[in-house]
C-alpha cells in the first residue's frame, strides 16, 4: 500500500486481554495506537500543505491568486535611507465552514478476550479508513473544482507513441504553468489508480524507470519521473492527470473542539466510551476541517490523454 509520508510504525499483537480494556480506557493510548494504524494516509495533506487554524466554525481566505509581484518597483537607497515602503494585496475573500465527520463502531468484551488486540486493530481500521476517504474525496473534489486551467495533450498516452505523449504534455504543461510569471512550480501529478499503474507501464517498457531496484510498481515508493512526484489514490475523482505546485496549491483548516474524551491522532481526533450494562466499547474517529484552495493557478488539468 502507497503511503504520503514515511511508513506507520509496526503494531504490538501480545498484549493481553486485561491490556486491551487499559488501553480503550485511556485516550492517550488509544490516539497513539489509531495513530500507528492511519497515520500518513491522507493524500489530501499532502497535497494542501498549507496548515491553517478555522476559528468560530469558518476560515477567511484569498479567493483568487494574489499578484506576487509589487505595484512599487525597489528604489536606490543612500546611506542612512529610509527603504520604499509598498502595501501586500490581501486580496477578495471568501468564507469556508469546517465540518465535523465522524463514525463509531463496537467492540465487545467476548471479542477482546478470544481475540485480544485485533478487535481493536480492526476497529480503528475500519473509523480510520472511513475518515480518509470522505476528507480525501472531498479535497481532491475542491481541488478539481478550483483548478480550471487545462492542456490538452498532443497525443495519447497510451499506444505505440505513450511514452513521447506523457513526457511532451508534462514537459508543456509544466511550462504553461511556469509562463504564468507566478512563481510557481509544479511538483506532483495526481492520477488515479488506474491511470497511474498504466502510465508507470508505459514508462517502464520507454526505459525511463528502473525495470528492478527503485521500480515504483514493484517497490511502493511514489516515483519522481520528469520533475514530478507521481501520486495516486483510491480516492480521486477525476478521470484526467492534474499537476500541481503542492507547495502553493492551499491547506487543510482544522478546528480545535475541545471536548475531554477526545485525544488527538495526528489529524484525527479518537474517543471510547464504555457501553453500559452491554459488555463493550463505543470507538469514535472525527475529523474537524475544511479543503481550501488558496492559489487555483498553482494547478493544471491534462487533457485528451486517453487513459
Known amino acids: 500500500m502507497y503511503t504520503y509520508s514515511g511508513t506507520p510504525a509496526g503494531l504490538d499483537t501480545s498484549l493481553t486481554a486485561l491490556q486491551v480494556h487499559h488501553l480503550m480506557k485511556s485516550p492517550t493510548l488509544l ?46 537607497v543612500g546611506p542612512g535611507g529610509q527603504y520604499p515602503l509598498t502595501q501586500m494585496d490581501s486580496g477578495q475573500l471568501a468564507i ?32 480510520g479508513n472511513a475518515i480518509v476517504k470522505q476528507v480525501d474525496s472531498i479535497a481532491l473534489g475542491v481541488i478539481a473544482s478550483k483548478v480550471t486551467a487545462t492542456f490538452a495533450s498532443p497525443s495519447a498516452w497510451t499506444g505505440a507513441s505513450a511514452a513521447r505523449g506523457i513526457v511532451t504534455s508534462v514537459r508543456r504543461a509544466k511550462a504553461q504553468v511556469s509562463a504564468l510569471k507566478l512563481g510557481l512550480q509544479p511538483t506532483d501529478i495526481i492520477l488515479s489508480e488506474d491511470q497511474f499503474e498504466q502510465a508507470m507501464a508505459e514508462l517502464l517498457l520507454a526505459g525511463l524507470l528502473p525495470r528492478e531496484n527503485g521500480n515504483p510498481l514493484t517497490t511502493g515508493e511514489w516515483p519522481n519521473v520528469l520533475g514530478l512526484t507521481w ?21 487543510m483548516a482544522d478546528e480545535n ?30 475529523r474537524v476541517t ?11 488539468r491534462i487533457t485528451n490523454t486517453g487513459l
Open 31 to 76: 490516539a497513539r495506537r489509531f495513530k500507528d494504524i492511519v497515520d500518513e494516509k491522507f493524500i489530501a495533506d499532502y497535497l494542501l500543505t498549507g496548515r491553517y487554524a478555522a476559528v468560530g466554525g469558518a476560515i477567511a481566505y484569498p479567493a483568487s491568486d494574489l499578484d506576487i509581484y509589487p505595484k512599487d518597483v525597489p528604489e536606490a
Open 96 to 127: 469556508a465552514q469546517t465540518l465535523k465527520r465522524g463514525i463509531a463502531t463496537h467492540v465487545f468484551d467476548e471479542e477482546i478476550s478470544r481475540m485480544l488486540i485485533n478487535p481493536l486493530n480492526d476497529a480503528l481500521t475500519y473509523l
Open 231 to 251: 501520486v495516486t489514490s483510491p480516492n480521486v475523482p477525476f478521470t484526467d492527470p492534474f499537476m500541481v505546485d503542492r507547495g502553493q496549491l492551499g491547506g
Open 257 to 286: 473542539i475541545v471536548s475531554p474524551e477526545f485525544a488527538k491522532a495526528g489529524a484525527v481526533e479518537i474517543a471510547s466510551d464504555r457501553l453500559q450494562g452491554r459488555d463493550g466499547y463505543e470507538p469514535r474517529a472525527r
Open 290 to 300: 475544511v479543503p481550501v484552495v488558496t492559489r487555483p493557478s498553482a494547478g493544471i
